[in-house]
C-alpha cells in the first residue's frame, strides 16, 4: 500500500520548495511512520524531547511491544534535520543517531537497532549493531520520499524491523 495521496502531495510540495523550519518535516515523516509501523501491530511512534540549548536534531523512535510481560524495544530511530543542511550536515546527523542508537542499547533495544536519516527530502537508512561499532548504511541516499523506489525500500526496512 503506497502512501496515501495527501501524504505524497505534501511530499512533493516540500521537495518542489522546502519548507524554511525543520518542524515542518515532523508530520509527513510521522505519517509515514505509523503507516509502516501501526500500533495495531505492536508498534508505537514516539517523538522525542528536543533539550533547549542544545545543538541537536529532532529524533523519533519507534517501539515495539512484546508480552509477556510487556515490554518495549526500541528497534527504529529516525533523525530529521531541514533541507539547508544537505548535504553538509550528514555527519552531523550521524554523530546524533550514533548517540541515539548508543542511548537506546543501554535502554530498551537489543543487539540491533534500524536508523533512518532524513535531511529535508533526502532519506537513507541502516543498521547499528551494539558492539561499539559505527553506523552501516544499507541504502544510498534517496533524493525524494514521495515516489515508488522510496516507498519499495520503506517496505524493505518494515521487514527488517519485523525481524527483529
Do not use: C
Amino acid at each position: 500500500m503506497p502512501l496515501d495521496v495527501l501524504t505524497r502531495t505534501l511530499l512533493e510540495n516540500f521537495t518542489a520548495q522546502p519548507p524554511h523550519v525543520e518542524s515542518a518535516w515532523y508530520g509527513p515523516w510521522t505519517t509515514i511512520l505509523t503507516t509502516l509501523f501501526p500500533a495495531s501491530q505492536g508498534y508505537i511512534v514516539t517523538p522525542q524531547q528536543r533539550f533547549p540549548g542544545e545543538d541537536r536534531d529532532f529524533i523519533i523512535e519507534v517501539t515495539k511491544l512484546s508480552t509477556p510481560p510487556v515490554t518495549l524495544r526500541t528497534v527504529l530511530i529516525i533523525g530529521i534535520n531541514n533541507t539547508q543542511h544537505w548535504p553538509s550536515g550528514i555527519q552531523n546527523l550521524r554523530h546524533q543517531l550514533e548517540t541515539q542508537a548508543d542511548a537506546a542499547f543501554s535502554g530498551t533495544a537489543r543487539n540491533k537497532v534500524y536508523w533512518i536519516g532524513v535531511i529535508g527530502p533526502h532519506w537513507q537508512y541502516g543498521e547499528k549493531i551494539d558492539d561499539g561499532g559505527e553506523l552501516k548504511e544499507l541504502i544510498e541516499w534517496h533524493d525524494t520520499t514521495h515516489d515508488l523506489a522510496s516507498f519499495n525500500d520503506l517496505q524493505t526496512l518494515v521487514r527488517l524491523v519485523d525481524a527483529l
